[in-house]
């Protein structure tokens, strides 16, 4: 596999063996600056709280997942991102607010994997700790 994004994926498994592999055309999610995206499932399991968003400036972050403002650098190269989320509030909240929190800073501090499924305007954040969905404001 490259470190390409392709708009098809497949999965099939046979004799109890999964094969995972994608292709079609390459999908291009463009700049990252100045877009803004709303936080919509952490690790796979949907957010129905409001207010989770991560916005992408030429060169900082600022968002929000549970109580806290957070705000730090990323930089980008293909579709790996690094982001040092370098500041954050440090208000409490009650769950599931912090739990959220936590997990997302856990996800954001190390190297992510961007991919973009078929579907369109969303990208998922994936790394160590975790995956993000994330849907896409446009204005």
Partial sequence: MSDNIYADTVTVTVDGVTHRGCGGGTVTPGTLANSHWLIEAIDGEMVFESGYFLEFGAERLTGQAGCNRLSGSYGREGNRLNVDPGAATRRTCPEPGM????????????????????????????????????SQVIN
């Fill in 99 to 134: 739990g959220h929190e936590r997990r997302v800073l856990a996800i954001l501090g190390g190297p992510l994997t961007v991919s973009v499924p078929a579907e369109g305007e969303a990208m998922i954040l994936t790394g160590s700790a975790g995956s993000l969905r994330l």
